[in-house]
């Protein structure tokens, strides 16, 4: 095994958690899924139609049809009701013909929704994986605390947009408001149009990229310099989505954490000890 | 245009290692949290489990790079909250971009495990269940 001298002495605490090599083979399974995964078949299409129906009924409907191995559900008439298409655990293909109302989509771990409307506050709240688009605008706190996916707004957000996210990639085609990225720490978010007043305040990493105007810069936000494996992957991820960057990727203002609120060591060494 | 940092490379002999030997304690990330995948690097099984779950990229696992724990290359299961020691008798390469690739595909294999502690979980208190465990 190759040494990884460089990183040695960065180790002399034993980081939290549970080592779990003993329970685990490498080469043990080709497996692409956990053994609960639901088994569902793209090609397997069905609507469900969510007029008159509560969003309690809806979302159990979407859970009983993938268990039927259903793997491309559309919700037609969603009507705005709120926490439509949450909890969804599983691969899938989820598509609202119409509006989410507040906390669409929210825990999402691994399906590709599509919203043809637009979504109201806080949209795919701590999204773990997968992908989900939407046409429109949506409201504020977009993609609040999500650990990792795909979050896409074609048009213009609110604010706190990605406030304490803590991974994943939010994309935002048009504007966004006041404080987004908040509490950032970790993740990228893309905002091919303006950004409002406090931009990243107190983040304590992950970066931010902006097509437009910066209203303001909020505390410990600062400029950064572009690499190109950067512009490589915006290029990418913007081209997926079909998205273009108003003035080029290589324009895209970068904005990430000065570290100057880090506060890791608030504590002196021995009032830690006294502490511990 | 610049450069893309090696953050070990950073912290080896700063203030920022002595400052976490003296209070005990690390501060920030132990690795570059926003170095973005080298698709060129792409393992076969990782393609298979992007075009598995319908995506057209690493998704999740973009945010997924190889750790330490212990002085010994981990990668961090956010489902479990705890780390993965990588086998001993993996080689792993030295370039940082596939040793994350490699870090992915472990934590995809781990996690697709029947030994994956989310399995005793999800038997105990799993809500939606496939027709045949009904």
Not at chain 1, 124 to 145: D, H, L, P, W, Y
Not at chain 1, 156 to 168: A, C, L, N, Q, W
Not at chain 1, 226 to 249: F, H, S
Request: hydrophobic share 35%.
């Amino acid at each position: 095994m190759a040494e990884l001298t460089s990183t040695g002495s960065m180790h002399a605490e034993k980081l939290t958690g549970r080592t779990q090599q003993i329970f685990f083979s490498a080469v043990e399974s080709d497996r692409l899924a956990s053994p609960h995964a639901i088994d569902v078949d793209f090609d397997k299409l069905v609507d469900i139609d969510a007029e008159g129906r509560s969003a309690r009924e809806v979302n159990q409907e979407i859970a009983a049809r993938m268990r039927e191995g259903y793997g491309t559900i559309t919700v037609l008439n969603p009507g705005a009701k709120h926490s439509l298409g949450v909890g969804i655990l599983n691969r899938l293909r989820l598509i609202f013909k119409g509006s989410l109302g507040y906390f669409g989509c929210g825990l999402s771990d691994g399906p590709n929704i599509q919203i043809s409307g637009r979504v109201g506050w806080s949209c795919a709240e701590n999204m773990m994986s997968g992908t989900i688009v939407i046409q429109k605008n949506a409201g504020s706190t977009f993609g609040a605390a999500i650990r990792g996916g795909d979050l896409v707004c074609k048009g213009d957000v609110g604010s706190r947009t990605g406030i304490d996210m803590k991974g994943g990639t939010i994309i935002v085609g048009g504007r966004t408001g006041a404080f987004s990225g908040f509490m950032m720490q970790r993740g990228r978010m893309i905002v091919l149009g303006d950004a409002g007043p406090n931009l990243g305040d107190s983040m304590y990493d992950g970066i931010i990229y902006v097509g437009g105007k910066i209203a303001g810069l909020g505390v410990d936000a600062v400029d950064a310099e572009m690499t190109e494996l950067e512009c490589n992957w915006i290029k990418r991820k913007l081209d997926q989505y079909g998205l273009e960057a108003p003035n080029g990727v290589e324009n895209l203002r970068k904005i990430e954490s000065g570290k100057q609120l880090w506060n890791y060591d608030s504590l002196e060494p021995t009032e830690k000890k006294l502490v511990l | 245009m610049g450069n893309v940092t090696d953050i070990t490379t950073q912290a080896k002999g700063s203030s920022t290692e002595e400052r976490e030997q003296e209070i005990g304690q690390h501060i920030g990330y132990r690795y570059d949290v926003n170095l973005v995948p080298d698709y060129d690097k792409l393992t076969p099984f990782l393609k298979k489990y992007i075009e598995f779950m319908g995506w057209k990229d690493l998704n999740w696992l973009e945010d997924v790079h190889l750790g330490y724990e212990e002085g010994k290359p981990a990668v961090f299961d956010r489902n479990i909250n705890g780390w993965v020691q990588v086998p001993d008798d993996l080689e792993l390469p030295e370039s940082q971009q596939e040793r994350d690739m490699i870090a992915r595909e472990l934590l995809i294999k781990f996690q697709s495990s029947e030994t994956h502690p989310m399995v005793e979980l999800n038997a105990e208190y799993g809500k939606v269940r496939p027709p045949s465990s009904e």
